[in-house]
């Protein structure tokens, strides 16, 4: 019952991308501005959250699928590859985003460095934030 409701809370997340990117299309063409990637941005949430609606529908249409996803999703295998692949993308990010504030500076970028800086900042408070609830719990 427990991944029934994971699956439930996974289609509502859906709805919420599709419900932000639909703000960001709408609030673009109301306030005529001249910012392609807000739209952009707000149609790619759109269709994900329109792939994601569909996945649900497609892994909730019986019960054997359901199960099958199941075993996929919590399989130590599959989790410890997802993890791996967290981990990875983690750190290349950091390091990525870490390189690019250097080179910004260096050609005088300093805002955009700036606010990639604080990206990284950000991801690393929540990544700590995270661990500490997460190391209390177990």
């Not at 001249?34 to 909730?60: C, E, P």
């Not at 990525?96 to 250097?102: F, K, P």
């Not at 950000?122 to 990544?127: C, E, G, N, Q």
Request: proline residues 0%; aromatic residues 14%; positive net charge.
């Amino acid at each position: 019952m427990e991944f029934k409701k994971k699956l439930k809370t996974r289609l509502y997340i859906a709805i919420i991308y599709i419900s932000l990117g639909i703000m960001m299309i709408t609030g673009t063409f109301a306030i005529k501005t001249d910012n392609d990637f807000i739209s952009s941005f707000g149609f790619a949430l759109v269709v994900m959250g329109i792939v994601r609606i569909r996945n649900y529908f497609m892994i909730t249409k019986n019960e054997e699928t359901i199960k099958k996803q199941q075993i996929a999703e919590t399989d130590e295998r599959n989790l410890s590859i997802l993890n791996k692949a967290k981990s990875a993308t983690f750190t290349i990010y950091i390091t990525l985003m870490g390189t690019a504030v250097i080179i910004l500076s260096l050609f005088n970028m300093s805002d955009i460095a700036k606010y990639i800086a604080y990206s990284v900042c950000l991801l690393v408070v929540i990544y700590w934030i995270a661990y500490w609830i997460y190391q209390k719990r177990s």
